[in-house]
């Protein structure tokens, strides 16, 4: 070697290793899309050289054609536009050339998520979950059970059926049902309540809300001596619903059976105090076999009435607590996801009523409040090919206006009185914190979460109530009840009860 160029062969001979090491790295690409929807990327974005200052170019825009779509390239910008077949849903994938301008290149492989689409969802809460199992598919990559549960091919009416059974709206129910439970119970007590009007009667006829005679009870012209100071009360009740499938929840068909039992003490002629049990137990059906609901709540309530003259005022403060059981059946995936839960419940209930009486006949009108807090804890649930779910925490505070009118006729006989009376009513219902419920994948690494609203309350709707009581000699009474709510949107309820009074 020439020490007169030995520097400038040493430099040639590092620069000529350095481009032979040289390279072009063309990095793996993801993009996600809906359902016949085109998708642009740019998968020269995260490719580079090891040559500083080098671009980077496409040298073949597509190597591998997709197997489920089509390529463009817009050759201006140098990306891709990625169609999906019609209808076709799942992933896909094809592969690229880059190079620079030294001669050297890579190839690259582009993975695409096609998910589900809302159009042609009917649901509004079906789309959010169409929409989000599009994110979710996009980030699953890597993770077989859940790509497998939610990500396959589908289309047309099989996507529908699949996206109706994933939504989860079958736990929309929760909060409502409760709280129309709670003050269903609320209802049983206030009847005996109302039964303490007649405490000094004659005729015998304590129960249902039904007073022949009022004067010479509480709050009248009776003397000081009470006819008794101690009263217990039953009575159990079933009830029918079926609600219509709406855009936000799936209908169902349920059955319920309460049983209220309850004791209390006259202080005086003006003053009660009591407390009663309630036990509800709620067995509810999801329409298209969609799967099952159970709850149990029991509540314990203190209540008091208190009388003056024609008028009376009744108070009730209650805690229960409920366990809740749900199964959800997706047949598209011949699986079954199950959870359970538990929720705690207060309510302030509020009555006062004026007493009109003329002979046989007994009108009486009244205004009723209650104030309803329902709080449900959030589940996991088990089973099902990576589609079980985190259902986040309930809340709802139902408040429930009440304006009602109860109409009767008393007819004596040798064993006591009998007594059919008409009750109408106009009932308004608001809500606050009825939040929308959260809910994610177990199996997403992502942990994308979506929300379902439910439902929103009947502002006005009305009841009807027939009934019919037996007052004996002696100091027992019964009744039977049939009571049927109109006007609900979506929803048809009726409620049949049956009950017993007596003192000692």
């Known amino acids: 070697m020439n020490p007169k160029h030995g520097i400038p062969l040493i430099a040639l001979a590092a620069a000529m290793s350095s481009v032979a090491e040289a390279a072009v790295t063309a990095n793996d690409d993801t993009a996600s899309t809906s359902e016949n929807t085109p998708v642009t990327i740019d998968v020269l974005a995260n490719d580079t050289s090891d040559i500083e200052g080098r671009g980077l170019f496409l040298t073949n825009a597509v190597v591998t054609q997709p197997e489920h779509g089509r390529v463009d390239l817009d050759e201006e910008l140098d990306i891709h536009i990625y169609t999906p077949d019609e209808g076709y849903t799942g992933t896909d994938t094809f592969t690229y050339e880059a190079g620079d301008d030294s001669g050297y290149g890579d190839t690259g492989l582009v993975t695409i998520t096609i998910g589900a689409s809302s159009r042609g969802i009917e649901g509004e809460n079906e789309a959010v979950v169409a929409e989000a199992v599009t994110d979710i598919c996009a980030e699953s990559i890597g993770n077989a059970e859940l790509a497998e549960g939610i990500c396959g091919d589908f289309s047309g009416e099989a996507l529908e059926d699949v996206i109706d059974q994933i939504t989860p709206d079958e736990t929309l129910a929760l909060r409502r049902l409760s709280s129309l439970a709670l003050r269903g119970n609320a209802t049983q007590v206030f009847k005996h309540q109302r039964n303490l009007r007649s405490a000094g009667n004659q005729s015998g006829l304590k129960v249902d809300g039904n007073a022949l005679t009022y004067k010479n009870s509480y709050g009248g012209s009776a003397g000081d001596d009470l006819p008794s100071r101690v009263s217990v009360f039953a009575s159990i009740y079933t009830e029918q619903g079926d609600k219509d499938k709406t855009t936000k929840e799936t209908g169902y068909e349920y059955g319920s059976n309460g049983l209220a039992l309850g ?136 408040i429930t206006s009440n304006l009602g009118v109860n109409v009767q006729y008393a007819k004596s006989y040798d064993w006591g009185v009998l007594i059919p009376k008409l009750t109408v009513l106009a009932v308004n219902e608001s809500s606050t914190d009825y939040d929308p ?53 979506d929803m048809e309820v009726y409620q049949v009860s049956i009950g017993a009074r007596s003192e000692f």
């Open 437 to 489: 419920v959260s809910f994610s994948f177990i199996n997403d690494n992502a942990n994308t979460e979506f929300e379902l609203i439910p439902d929103s309350e009947d502002s006005l709707y009305y009841e009807y109530e027939l009934g019919l009581v037996a007052a004996f000699n002696g100091g027992w009474s019964g009744f039977v009840n049939y009571q049927q709510a109109l006007g609900l949107d």
């Open 263 to 398: 004791a209390d003490y006259q202080f005086s002629r003006q003053l009660v105090l009591g407390a009663a049990l309630g036990f509800i137990q709620h067995d509810l059906d999801y329409d298209d076999d969609g799967g099952d609901l159970t709850s149990d709540i029991a509540t314990l309530t203190g209540y008091m009435s208190y009388f003056f003259g024609d008028f009376s005022a009744d108070v009730q403060l209650s805690y229960g607590t409920s366990d809740y059981d749900i199964t959800r059946n997706l047949s598209s995936f011949s699986t079954e996801l199950d959870g359970d839960t538990n929720g705690v419940h207060y309510g302030l209930n509020t009555r006062i009523d004026w007493t009109w009486s003329k002979d046989s006949w007994t009108v009486n009108p009244y205004l009723r409040f209650d104030y309803v807090n329902t709080q449900i804890d959030d589940y996991q649930e088990s089973g099902g090919t990576g589609l079980a779910l985190s259902v986040g925490d309930q809340e709802q505070t139902m």
